[in-house]
């Protein structure tokens, strides 16, 4: 065990010198049974996959935190000295794997899966006809089946604020800028170019991360910021969502899909709620509150995916 700053104490097996996926989940205060679930579940992904999982625990002073091990899957924890947030810890990960994998896996800890959902995005990103997609997301299902959505375009501060205080509303007009806002003008069950993909579960072609990283300004500083650290919890997840799709195709692959036990966090806890309020604000001040131009370019690009020349 070593430590490293808000850099971690680490737990590791061997590690294969040549990576397909990386997996990072990030743990705070989540238990060994869904640690376990999620290395049961990706035993169960195709050998010929060569895959690492990254389990990050953001909480402080937690000793429980080590599943059993599988023998054909590389399983790396790494204990952090304090909660840094989610996607300063998920940096952690793609700072220590960038350029030893060719794609990251961005997984909460709360989804459940079928290996055909890796499988099928891994072969979905290895196909030549799908080189500029940057990431992937495959259909995000409830629990009782039907579908999340969770995947959406990107917002205005009008349509965050209907969202997230009005989201039950019957009013005819705020009920339809509620739903173009979660595309279900379109089909979901087709591919779909989406421009605010889901942190739940982010399927990241490695050298897109590197090509959209934050640069530091200090240039003794050698870490990529994939994930914009500004934002502790929240919004983390439209911020590169947006920085991939300016520069590659952000696609649902809505025929594999992976069910979350989405609680809507912020719906029913107030430090949450303050947490979002918070990387709101973050947010609209990076971009703009009132004038957002790439926002439109990119809104406008969201339809039913296509491969070239189709």
């Not at 402080?60 to 947030?85: C, S």
């Not at 960038?98 to 794609?103: D, I, L, P, S």
């Not at 499988?119 to 089946?145: A, H, S, Y």
């Amino acid at each position: 065990m070593t430590t490293i700053n808000s850099t971690p104490t680490v737990t590791s097996t061997a590690t294969p010198a040549n990576l397909d996926i990386v997996i990072s989940v990030v743990l705070f205060k989540h238990s060994l049974e869904q640690q376990q679930k999620i290395i049961n579940e990706c035993s169960q992904i195709t050998k010929n996959i060569k895959i690492k999982i990254y389990f990050v625990n953001n909480r402080v002073n937690n000793k429980d935190n080590i599943g059993d091990n599988k023998d054909h899957l590389a399983i790396e924890y790494l204990q952090n000295d304090k909660n840094v947030g989610f996607g300063r810890a998920h940096n952690l990960v793609i700072n220590k794997e960038m350029g030893k994998t060719k794609y990251f896996l961005i997984m909460n800890p709360d989804i459940s899966f079928r290996p055909q959902a890796i499988e099928g995005l891994f072969k979905f990103m290895e196909d030549d006809k799908n080189m500029d997609v940057g990431l992937t997301i495959p259909k995000i299902l409830n629990p009782d089946g039907s579908i999340q959505f969770v995947n959406k375009r990107l917002p205005s501060p009008s349509i965050f604020f209907l969202r997230k205080f009005f989201y039950k509303t019957k009013i005819s007009s705020f009920r339809r800028r509620l739903d173009y806002y979660e595309m279900r003008d379109l089909n979901l069950n087709q591919r779909i170019i989406c421009s605010n993909i889901s942190g739940c579960f982010m399927f990241f072609r490695a050298d897109a991360l590197k090509n959209i990283a934050i640069r530091n300004s200090n240039p003794d500083e050698n870490a990529l910021k994939c994930f914009d650290e500004r934002f502790f919890l929240y919004f983390e997840d439209t911020d590169i969502s947006r920085r991939v799709s300016a520069r590659y195709k952000s696609v649902v692959v809505s025929e594999y899909e992976v069910i979350h036990q989405w609680e809507r966090g912020t719906h029913n806890n107030f430090f949450l709620l303050l947490h979002t309020l918070c990387s709101a604000y973050k947010y609209f001040n990076k971009w703009g509150w009132w004038k957002d131009s790439e926002k439109e370019i990119l809104n406008a690009t969201v339809g039913h995916y296509r491969f070239i020349g189709e």
